[in-house]
């Protein structure tokens, strides 16, 4: 059986740093954020296309991963990000993402207890438009009634909070 916990939330709060970190101390397997790599392919000016895109694209790679059957998957966000992009970029959600239903076992969310850096790929740095896309991502999650659970602090206390709610989630 393989246990599937995908970061969720924000820009520029660690997500991408944590998965590695994470899967190396699992012993699993990380899904790259496929939305990251296409807008450094592509630009951020994304529409439906794009976020349908970047959504087939997230499908794939989790479906390359799961195919070699890891212990642990560790998904660098998902679908479900995707989603809350369009919220926030076009306005409304993507028909297509609501109907998809294979998400993980367990959300990790990290806080917005670190500081925002430009990366060439993010787009809402502000206080206030991190704050509204941290409250989409949550509601994706909650809109579903999926588990999650928020991760807090900075490098090692990170992935300590990490491994708890895993603990604490009955994964481990």
Same mark, same amino acid.
């Given at each position: 059986?393989?246990?599937?916990?995908?970061?969720?939330?924000?820009?520029?709060?660690?997500?991408?740093?944590?998965?590695?970190?994470?899967? !190396?101390?699992?012993? #699993?397997?990380?899904?790259?954020?496929?939305?990251?790599?296409?807008?450094?392919?592509?630009?951020?000016?994304?529409?439906?296309?794009?976020?349908?895109?970047?959504?087939? #694209?997230? %499908?794939?790679?989790?479906?390359?991963?799961?195919?070699?059957?890891?212990? &642990?998957?560790?998904? $660098?966000?998902?679908? !479900?990000?995707? /989603?809350? &992009?369009?919220?926030?970029?076009?306005?409304?959600? !993507?028909?297509?993402?609501?109907?998809?239903?294979?998400?993980?076992? %367990?959300?990790?969310?990290?806080?917005?207890?670190?500081? &925002?850096?430009? $990366?060439?790929?993010?787009?809402?740095?502000?206080?206030?438009?991190?704050? /509204?896309?941290?409250?989409?991502?949550? #509601?994706?999650?909650?809109?579903?009634? !999926?588990?999650?659970? &928020?991760?807090?602090?900075?490098?090692?206390?990170?992935?300590?909070?990490?491994?708890?709610?895993?603990?604490?989630?009955?994964?481990?």
């Amino acid at each position: 059986m393989i246990r599937h916990v995908c970061f969720h939330g924000a820009e520029s709060t660690g997500k991408s740093t944590l998965a590695p970190r994470l899967a !190396l101390r699992l012993g #699993g397997l990380v899904v790259p954020e496929y939305g990251r790599t296409y807008a450094e392919a592509n630009g951020t000016d994304l529409d439906a296309i794009d976020l349908l895109a970047i959504f087939d #694209g997230h %499908l794939a790679a989790t479906r390359d991963a799961m195919a070699q059957n890891p212990e &642990w998957l560790i998904s $660098d966000t998902d679908a !479900l990000m995707t /989603q809350a &992009w369009a919220i926030m970029l076009l306005g409304r959600r !993507l028909p297509e993402i609501d109907e998809w239903s294979d998400t993980a076992d %367990l959300y990790l969310v990290p806080a917005m207890d670190l500081e &925002w850096q430009e $990366d060439g790929t993010r787009l809402f740095g502000s206080d206030l438009a991190r704050r /509204q896309f941290m409250d989409l991502a949550i #509601g994706e999650l909650e809109r579903r009634q !999926l588990k999650w659970a &928020w991760v807090e602090g900075e490098g090692d206390a990170r992935l300590a909070s990490a491994l708890a709610a895993i603990e604490a989630a009955g994964l481990s």
